[in-house]
C-alpha cells in the first residue's frame, strides 16, 4: 500500500482544523487536512466573540463571514430569581475597539473556514477518517485511515494536528482524556422559527435564561431560525421518558420566560441531545503532535468560547508546528510554549463558567455595577481578552473577591434560616 507524506497532517476540519491548515500553508508548509464528513454539514455553536474578528481578518475572511451573520451587540441575562432582565453591550467593556461579534450557521461557517484552508494551499481531503496514530522513535507521525467505500488509506507526516473535536482523537487513543467531575453538563436543543427576539439594534444578542435545572440559550440567526439550548446536569436527563423532541418542549416550559419567547414560534426539525461533554486531556502536546481546540478541552457553551478558543489555539498551534518544523532540538521548548499560552486563556473562562450555576454569581450579573471600572473588565473577559496581558487582570481579582464575599453573606444566611426553623418546631 502506498504511504502518503507531508510535512504536516490535520485532523478535523471544523474552525481549529481549518484555521491552523490555512496558517501552515500560507507559511509554505506541505499541509494535509483530513475530514471525516462533507461539508456543509451540521454543527452546533453559533456564537462567536467580539475577538473573533481579528482573526477572521487575519485569515482575510472577515468580509465573507459578515455576509453570512447576524450581528450580536451584546449579551441579555434572563432570571427568574430576580424577576428581570439585565442586557450587557460589548461596547461597554474595556476595550471599545471590539463592540460587536456574530451569530452564524455552523455549516455555512465551517465550509467558509475549510474552503479558505483550500485556497491558501492546504490539500482538503472530506469523506475520510483516521482511525489511528502512531509516533515511531525516529519522529514524525504514522496515520491510517478509512474511506467512505470503506478502502484503507496511509499517511507519514512530520507533524500532526489532532483538531477532531469532541471525538478526541489522540486524548482517546493516548488515554489523556479526563471527565471533568467539577462541572457535568449535557444539553438538549434545537432550531425554531417564528421566536420572538429582541428588537431593533438587540435583534442578534444572545440571551441566557436561568431556571430550576440549568440555563437556555437563545441564539438568533440571520436566516430568521433561532437557536434554542437547555444545558442542564447529566442526573436531569436520566428524568426523560419517551421521545426527545417531546421532553424538549417539556424542558422549555418549565422555563416560562423562554416559553413565552416561542409561544408563536414551531421547531423546524427534531430535537438533538448530547450526552455529557465536559471534558478535558491530561496535556495538550507531544512528540509530533498537538492538539488544538476542542480535542483538547470542552467545559460548557454559557460564554460562546468554543469557536474563539480553537481558532485561537489554532494561531498559537501554528507558531508552533511551524517553529518546531524549522528547529526540532528545540521541540519541547515550542511545545511548552504553545500550552502556556493556550491554557492561559481556557483557565481565563474556566473559573466562571463553573460558577454560572452559582445564587451569588446570578446576583452579580443581575445586579449591574460598574464600581471601580469591574464590569468594563468583565465585560472585556466575555468579549475574549484572555490572552497576552491586559490591564483588565486586578479588576478581574476584584469580581471574584466581591463573588466569594457574596457566597459567603449567602450561605451564613442559609444556615442563619435554617437554625430558626429547627429551633421553630415543636418539643418533643
Known sequence: MTVERCEVLVV???????????????RGRHVVLVEKDRHPRFHIGESLLPLNLPLFDRLGVRDAVERMAMPKY?????????GKTMSYEFANAWDKNFPYAYQVRRS???????KNATAKGAMVIEGVRITAAAFPASGGAELTAQGERGEERRWRADFLVDATGRDTLLANQLGLKER?????????????????RLPGKAEGNISIFWFDYGWFWFIPLADGTTSIGAVCPPAYFKNRKGDLTEFFMKTIALCPEIADRLKQSELIAPAIATGNYSY??????????????????F?????????????????????????CLKAPEQAQRHLNRYEREAGRGLAAFTWYIYRIRMPAFRNLFMASRNTFRIEEAVLSLLAGDVFGRSPIAARLLAFKAIYYINSLLLSLSELTQSMRRRAARPAG
Do not use: C, K, W
Open 280 to 297: 478535558r486531556a491530561q496535556r495538550m502536546s507531544g512528540p509530533s503532535f498537538i492538539l488544538v481546540g476542542d480535542a483538547f478541552a
Open 108 to 114: 455555512e461557517f465551517d465550509h467558509l473556514l475549510l
Open 299 to 323: 467545559i460548557d457553551p454559557v460564554f460562546s468560547t468554543g469557536v474563539y478558543l480553537a481558532m485561537t489555539m489554532a494561531f498559537l498551534g501554528a507558531d508552533a508546528v511551524d517553529d
Open 74 to 82: 451584546g449579551v441579555e441575562f434572563v432570571s427568574p430569581y430576580h
Open 180 to 196: 471533568n467531575r467539577r462541572h457535568e453538563s449535557a444539553a438538549i436543543f434545537g432550531h425554531f422559527r417564528g421566536a420572538r
Open 12 to 26: 478535523g476540519g471544523g474552525p481549529a482544523g481549518s484555521t491552523i491548515a490555512a496558517l501552515l500553508a500560507e
